[in-house]
C-alpha cells in the first residue's frame, strides 16, 4: 500500500463539501410561491492545506393554493466563495446580508443588499474592541428590527482600563489573564457591541456584571435591549468547549446598562431563540459539574409573563423508537412559521434524527423519512435551517457524503414530502449495519441496569482480496458523545482501502439517555472498556467476513484512552493501536488540563474548586488510566500529539511513549506543533490518515 494511494483516497473522501448553514427567503407570485435557499458549504483542499467556505442557491417553486407542496426545483447556480467571511446574517424584511470579514490583517463589517456593497467599515481600524469573536460558544450577528442596528460578540478592547490592576506605567503587563481553555484561548473579557448603521458609529454596551462572559447575543421583541447567555467566571475559569455543564444563565440588558437575570442561576444554559411572535423565548438547560456533556431540557420563557415552563424534559430512559432527549446545539431558526412548534435535530441511539415538539401538546415527533424505511437510507438528519415552514436539512451515511435537502413543516399526523437539492458528487459501495448491544449479567452496572448499547460496522462491498477483512475499531472521544451513521471521512477512506470498520457507542455516550451517561461515571477504565470488548466480540460472531487475527483499535481523547486500554487490558487480542491526544495517566493530568472538574467527576469524586488533590484522589485516578496496564502492551502503537493541546497534555502521551521505549515496545509518535486538541487543522488530519493507514497496514 503505498503512500501516494493512501493521500490520493484521502483526499477523495475529506475532500466532499459539508453544508454548516443555510437560509430561506421567499417571493409571492400570482400561481406560486418562490423560496430561495441558500446553503453556505465547507470543504477541505489539501492542496491549500486549507478549509474553503463557498455559498449556493437554489429556487423552489411551490404551488400558490397548496405552498405546502413543492412544484419543481430549478437547478442551482453556480458556487461563489465566501473568502476570509467570519460570521454573516440575513435582515429580516430586506433580506440585507450582513459579513464580519477577515482580510489583510483587518477585521471589516460589511453590508450588501441587490444593489451590491452598501457599507463597510472597518473595525478594527475603529479600534473600540478586539478581535470579533467567530465561534460557535460565543459568536453571534444579529439585526435589529428596524435594520439599523447589528450587535455582536468580540474581546474588550486593551485599551480600556480594567481599574486597580492596571497602571499607567505598564506593571502589569504580564498579569495572567484567564481565558476560556481548548480551542478558545485569548478569549478572555467579552463584550456586546452594536454598531448603528446609519451613523457608522460602533458602541460597546454597559451594564453586564463583571464576573460574567456575555456571548450568543440576541435583540429582544423592539431592539431596545439585549437578551444574552452569560458565563461565570466563578473563582476560576474552567474549559467551555465540548462541556454543557458550566454554570450560566439567560440576561437581558437593556441599552442604558440596566441588566437583570432571566433563569436560575445555579444551572447552565444555552441558545436562546425568539420565537416569530416575539412572544416566547427557548433556551437549553443544564446541570452544573457532573458529566461534561449531557441530555438537556428545553426551556420555555413567556417574555411578557416571565413564567418559564418546561417543554420537553431530560429523558432518563428511551422508549424505543422514541425522541432520546436534545444532546446538542439548536440552529439559529428552529421555530415554526406560527410560533406553535420547534424543531431540532438529536442522538437517537445510533442514529441521528430530527424531530418536532408541539408547544400546546408537548408531544415529540419524527420528522426523519428514514425512520420507515428497511434499511434506513439515512443515517443522520441535521437540521440547518426552517424559515416559512421550509426546513433545510443535512442527511448524510456512512456511505453516503452529506445531502442537501428540503421539505415543508406537515400539518399534525402528516408525513414530509422531501426533495434533494443537492446529491453528493460521489456515493461508495461500502455495506453498513446497525448493532444493538446488551452487556452479560456479569457486565452489568448495578445502579444502572438493563442499559444496552450499539455499534456501526461499516464495510467495502467488494474487498479489496477475497480473504477476510481486517477490523478497525474506531472509538469516539468524550466519552459523551457519539458515533451515528453518519459520514466521516476517516472511516470511509479505511473502507476504500480495504479495512472493515467498527464505531462504538459504549454506554456513556449520548443518544441513549441520561441514564446511560451517568452510568459510566466511576466507571471508565472498565465498563467502557468491557463496553468496547463486548461490541467487537459480537461483530465477529455476527460476521464471519472479519478475520479476528487482524484487529486494530484507533482514537482519540477518551476514545485514546480506551485504545490504550485496550492493548493493555486485552494484549494478545489486538494487533495494532493508533491514538490521538489520548489521556494516559488522570492523575498527571489533574493539575494541567483546562476541565479539571472532569478530572474527579470522572472517577466517581465530587468536585469543588477549592479541592486540594489527596494521595487517595490520586490513587483512585491513576488506577483507572492506561499507563498502569502498560508494562503489557503488547500491540505496536502510533501515538498523534497536539503541541498546543490544553485539555490533555501532550505530556500525557508522551508518558506512554516512555513507557513503551523502556521496554523497546514498537512505538512511534507524531507531534504536531501548532495543533489542540482536536487535532484540526487539515494539513494535520491528512497527515494521521496517511501515518495511521501506513502503521495498520504494516502491523496488520
Not at 400570482?30 to 492542496?47: C, G, H, I, K, N
Not at 504580564?174 to 454598531?195: F, H, M, Q, R
Not at 452544573?288 to 430512559?317: A, E, I, W, Y
Not at 432527549?325 to 431558526?333: D, F, N, Q, R
Request: net charge neutral.
Amino acid at each position: 500500500m503505498e503512500a501516494t494511494q493512501i493521500t490520493g483516497v484521502y483526499g477523495e473522501v475529506s475532500g466532499l463539501p459539508a453544508p454548516l448553514s443555510a437560509h430561506v427567503s421567499e417571493e409571492q407570485l400570482p400561481e406560486q410561491r418562490v423560496y430561495t435557499v441558500t446553503a453556505e458549504w465547507s470543504q477541505s483542499d489539501l492542496v491549500r492545506g486549507s478549509r474553503l467556505r463557498y455559498s449556493q442557491q437554489w429556487t423552489v417553486i411551490a404551488d400558490a393554493d397548496d405552498h405546502r407542496r413543492i412544484r419543481t426545483v430549478l437547478p442551482p447556480g453556480s458556487c461563489a466563495p465566501a473568502s476570509g467571511e467570519l460570521l454573516s446574517g440575513r435582515s429580516p424584511i430586506r433580506g440585507q446580508r450582513a459579513v464580519v470579514r477577515e482580510t489583510g490583517g483587518h477585521q471589516l463589517l460589511e453590508i450588501w443588499d441587490c444593489n451590491g456593497l452598501r457599507k463597510c467599515l472597518n473595525l478594527t481600524a475603529l479600534n473600540k474592541h478586539g478581535r470579533v469573536y467567530d465561534d460557535a460558544q460565543f459568536g453571534c450577528l444579529s439585526w435589529s428590527e428596524c435594520e439599523n442596528k447589528l450587535l455582536y460578540v468580540a474581546e474588550r478592547s486593551k485599551n480600556t482600563s480594567i481599574g486597580k490592576h492596571e497602571s499607567a506605567n505598564g506593571k502589569d503587563r504580564s498579569v495572567y489573564c484567564e481565558d476560556w481553555g481548548e480551542a478558545l484561548t485569548n478569549k478572555s473579557i467579552p463584550v456586546i457591541c452594536v454598531v448603528n448603521l446609519q451613523s457608522g458609529t460602533v458602541a460597546v454596551l454597559q451594564g453586564v456584571l463583571p464576573d460574567i462572559s456575555p456571548g450568543q447575543a440576541l435583540w429582544a421583541p423592539g431592539s431596545q435591549s439585549v437578551l444574552f447567555v452569560g458565563w461565570c467566571h466563578e473563582p476560576f475559569r474552567l474549559g467551555l468547549k465540548f462541556c454543557s455543564n458550566r454554570r450560566s444563565a439567560l440576561f437581558k440588558l437593556d441599552l442604558d446598562g440596566y441588566c437583570e437575570c432571566l433563569s436560575g442561576y445555579d444551572l447552565s444554559v444555552s441558545c436562546p431563540r425568539l420565537s416569530p411572535d416575539g412572544s416566547t423565548l427557548i433556551y437549553l438547560q443544564g446541570q452544573v459539574f457532573g458529566p461534561h456533556n449531557q441530555c438537556l431540557s428545553l426551556q420555555m420563557l413567556d417574555l411578557k409573563s416571565g413564567k418559564t415552563s418546561t417543554l420537553l424534559d431530560v429523558v432518563n430512559r428511551p422508549q424505543a423508537g422514541e425522541c432520546a432527549g436534545v444532546y446538542e446545539a439548536l440552529p439559529a431558526c428552529c421555530w415554526s412559521a406560527d410560533s406553535q412548534r420547534v424543531l431540532f435535530s438529536s442522538a437517537r441511539r445510533n442514529w441521528k434524527d430530527l424531530f418536532v415538539v408541539d408547544r400546546r401538546s408537548k408531544k415529540v415527533s419524527s420528522l426523519s423519512d428514514s425512520l420507515s424505511d428497511v434499511p434506513r437510507v439515512y443515517g443522520s438528519w441535521k437540521l440547518l435551517t426552517v424559515q416559512r415552514d421550509l426546513m433545510v436539512v443535512c442527511c448524510s451515511s456512512p456511505n453516503t457524503p452529506p445531502t442537501l435537502r428540503v421539505g415543508f413543516l406537515p400539518s399534525a399526523g402528516e408525513a414530509v414530502t422531501w426533495r434533494t437539492l443537492q446529491q453528493p458528487v460521489l456515493t461508495f459501495d461500502f455495506h453498513w449495519t446497525i448493532l444493538d448491544i446488551s452487556p452479560p449479567p456479569e457486565e452489568e452496572n448495578t445502579d444502572y441496569s438493563a442499559l444496552d448499547f450499539g455499534a456501526v460496522l461499516v464495510k467495502p462491498t467488494h474487498p479489496v482480496h477475497d480473504a477476510s477483512l481486517p477490523l478497525v475499531v474506531f472509538i469516539h472521544g468524550g466519552p459523551h458523545s457519539q458515533f451515528p451513521a453518519e459520514w466521516n471521512a476517516t472511516t470511509a477512506g479505511l473502507a476504500k482501502l480495504g479495512f472493515a470498520v467498527l464505531m462504538v457507542n459504549y454506554r456513556g455516550s449520548t443518544g441513549f439517555g441520561q441514564d446511560s451517561i451517568l452510568s459510566l461515571i466511576g466507571q471508565i477504565g472498565s465498563q467502557d472498556v468491557k463496553d468496547v470488548q463486548r461490541a467487537v466480540l459480537t461483530a465477529l460472531q455476527s460476521d464471519l467476513t472479519l478475520d479476528s487475527k487482524r484487529l486494530a483499535v484507533i482514537g482519540g481523547s477518551h476514545g485514546g484512552f480506551l485504545s490504550c486500554h485496550l492493548v493493555g487490558q486485552y494484549p494478545d487480542f489486538y494487533r495494532a493501536c493508533a491514538a490521538r491526544n489520548p489521556v494516559i495517566n488522570a492523575a498527571t493530568l489533574l493539575g494541567t488540563s483546562d476541565i479539571v472538574d472532569w478530572r474527579y467527576t470522572s472517577v466517581g469524586l465530587q468536585y469543588s474548586y477549592d479541592r486540594i488533590p489527596t494521595a487517595e484522589a490520586l490513587a483512585v485516578m491513576l488506577e483507572k488510566s492506561p499507563i498502569t496496564h502498560a508494562a503489557q502492551i503488547k500491540a505496536p502503537v502510533l501515538l498523534m500529539l497536539g503541541g498546543r493541546d490544553r485539555r490533555v497534555s501532550p505530556h500525557q502521551g508522551l508518558e506512554l511513549y516512555k513507557a513503551l521505549k523502556s521496554r523497546a515496545s514498537p512505538v512511534r509518535l507524531l507531534w504536531f506543533a501548532e495543533d489542540g486538541h482536536s487535532l484540526s487543522r487539515v494539513d494535520t488530519q491528512a497527515d494521521c490518515f496517511l501515518n495511521t493507514v501506513l502503521w495498520l497496514h504494516q502491523h496488520l
